[in-house]
């Protein structure tokens, strides 16, 4: 089973809302991603969490803000933000980090910022 | 700067087809290799990865890598319409857990 769950599927928020992005996997995985995603564009890699610590933080602003709970599931935080945030938000998850471990992308969640 | 290069498309090839998608990628330190398929307005599925010089097979799909000369490579055998989508390449280094991600090739596979 190579699940990712994400909720929820469709967000719209306002400039001065406070939402948050939730992610799940029950595959024992030790690595979880962020990514967001423009339309025709790639996935841009935002965070990754190993062993539920932040490794990496491509200087993603402030207004996004990660935590990792325990090791299945993943949260981005959200406020303050600009209609160009607009995106599909990306969860994956990984087995562990390293170059041998396949990445698994959860289903999304479209966000739209009003 | 880290490159994974694809053309972007469309490629079109008929029914029964054999579709070859390309990637080139320009960090010699990469060492794994993912193949990705995303339907409009869905996320990415991961198809294949390969790790290794030479073919790697699952189904009617083959994946193949050249380190010499920086390409990878999938293959569609028995293409279907249900193929038509966007494929993305994706590389990683070895010291490194960031994907690094072509701009994605569009198959369209016309009845």
């Known amino acids: 089973d190579t699940e990712v769950t994400q909720t929820p599927k469709h967000l719209v928020m306002g400039m001065t809302n406070k939402k948050s992005l939730k992610c799940e996997q029950h595959?024992?995985?030790?690595?979880m991603y962020w990514y967001k995603q423009k339309a025709k564009k790639p996935p841009e890699l935002m965070f990754v969490y190993s062993y539920e610590k932040l490794s990496i933080n491509e200087s993603v602003p402030s207004r996004f803000s990660p935590e990792c709970p325990n090791s299945s599931l993943l949260n981005l935080h959200l406020h303050a933000l600009q209609p160009e945030d607009s995106a599909l938000y990306l969860c994956a998850s990984s087995q562990g980090t390293g170059r041998a471990y396949e990445q698994y992308f959860g289903p999304g969640t479209r966000l739209t910022v009003t | 700067q880290k490159e994974v290069e694809q053309n972007s498309g469309p490629l079109s090839v008929p029914e029964g087809a054999i579709a070859s998608l390309n990637c080139t990628y320009s960090?010699?330190?990469?060492?794994?290799f993912f193949w990705y398929r995303q339907y409009s307005g869905k996320s990415p599925e991961l198809i294949m990865s390969?790790?290794?010089?030479g073919d790697k097979e699952d189904g009617r799909f083959t994946a193949q890598l050249n380190k010499a000369s920086q390409y990878v490579s999938l293959l569609i055998r028995d293409s279907q319409p249900s193929d038509s989508a966007t494929y993305l390449c994706a590389g990683r280094s070895y010291n490194t857990d960031k994907l690094i991600f072509g701009t994605g090739t569009r198959l369209q596979v016309f009845p």
């Open positions: 960090d010699r330190g990469s060492q794994s």
């Open positions: 390969i790790y290794s010089n």
């Open positions: 595959m024992g995985h030790r690595a």
